[in-house]
């Protein structure tokens, strides 16, 4: 038997799994009426939790889309892995909303919980070795993110201040379709109305969001999916120049070195590849492509086997002193 108050966090642990349920299915699941279950609502509401009510025959309740909640009950599972995701979140978003954050998931908690997660904040250390960081972070307005979020879940046109390269704003207005995360960056994708064509648009340089009530048109997406479509978007900003060379290694260890924004391998048989590969000089395409410690036969441009001269000039100099 439930007693009224685990009855009543049950009813809300049910509603904010399932999203509606019906009146008649909570009676059945706990083993009371009606009667009792709206009491049960009314008590939660009395707490500070927005449901709605859907009155008919498959009346039943549902949680209000959009509404902050009060504190959410974590298991220490859940309480852990939430400390760990806020402790990455500062790649995305300002330093003191992730720390806020925490700080109410850690006073939501028991004391025991509180010195595990406290303990895990404490003794963990954050490492990057891959050399993706920004050597300038570009942190995300989550309030632009959560709007632009919500501009492609309803399929809403959105206005928007654009800042470009040179730093000057400019007002966008574009039929909402994606956003993607990489490379530590959010891209918008949309189809700009102004330019008409689809674009991405980096969301740390996006302000001002105003999700109109304008539907979007319906249109054919440029590419085989929207993953694919912003990395060749992406590889034709950064890759100014490019170059194809056969690799003598195996394809598995090849492949490990080249992500799909910087280039392409490809098998040639007898444990060689083909790598076509770009950048934003020939010197970097050298540079990186010695990181696989193979030998390398260039195909083309005659750039790149100047390039592998100046760093290999270099290596000389600094192995002479």
């Known amino acids: 038997m439930w007693d009224t108050a685990s ?3 049950e009813v809300l642990r049910k509603l904010q799994r399932r999203g509606f349920v019906a009146g008649e299915t909570l009676a059945f699941d706990f083993g009371v009426s009606t009667r009792t279950i709206r009491r049960d609502v009314a008590r939660l509401r009395d707490l500070g939790y927005p449901i709605e009510t859907r009155l008919g025959i498959d009346g039943g309740y549902s949680l209000e889309p959009g ?3 009060p504190p959410i009950f974590l298991s220490m599972d859940e309480a852990l892995a939430c400390t760990l995701a806020l402790r990455r979140w500062n790649e995305a978003a300002e330093p003191h909303l992730a720390a806020g954050a925490l700080q109410k998931v850690l006073a939501s908690m028991p004391k025991r919980v509180q010195w595990i997660m406290t303990a895990l904040d ?4 954050d490492l990057e070795i891959d050399g993706l960081r920004e050597p300038e972070p570009a942190p995300v307005d989550v309030c632009v993110l959560g709007e632009l979020a919500r501009a492609c879940v309803l399929h809403r046109r959105a206005e928007f201040l654009h800042a470009q390269h040179n730093g000057k704003e400019e007002m966008r207005t574009a039929d909402s379709f994606a956003l993607v995360n990489t490379v530590r960056r959010w891209y918008f994708v949309a189809f700009d109305l102004d330019r008409d064509e689809w674009r991405t648009y980096r969301v740390d340089r996006i302000s001002t969001v105003t999700v109109t009530g304008a539907p979007v048109r319906e ?3 440029p590419g085989t999916g929207v993953e694919a479509w912003v990395t060749q978007q992406l590889r034709t900003g950064w890759q100014q120049v490019t170059a194809t060379v056969r690799v003598h290694a195996p394809l598995e260890a090849v492949s490990r070195w080249v992500a799909p924004a910087w280039g392409t391998v490809e098998d040639d048989g007898a444990g060689s590849v083909i790598v076509r590969a770009g950048a934003d000089s020939y010197d ?5 492509l010695l990181l696989v410690q193979a030998d390398i036969d260039v195909i083309e441009p005659a750039e790149l086997r100047e390039a592998f001269g100046r760093v290999a000039a270099r290596a000389a100099r600094s192995a002479t002193g």
Not at 122 to 125: C, D, K, L, P, R
Not at 284 to 288: T, V, Y
């Open 7 to 9: 009855r009543s966090f």
């Open 67 to 69: 509404t902050v909640l």
């Open 122 to 125: 404490q003794a963990a250390v």
């Open 219 to 221: 249109r054919v997406f």
């Open 284 to 288: 970097a395409i050298a540079r990186w």
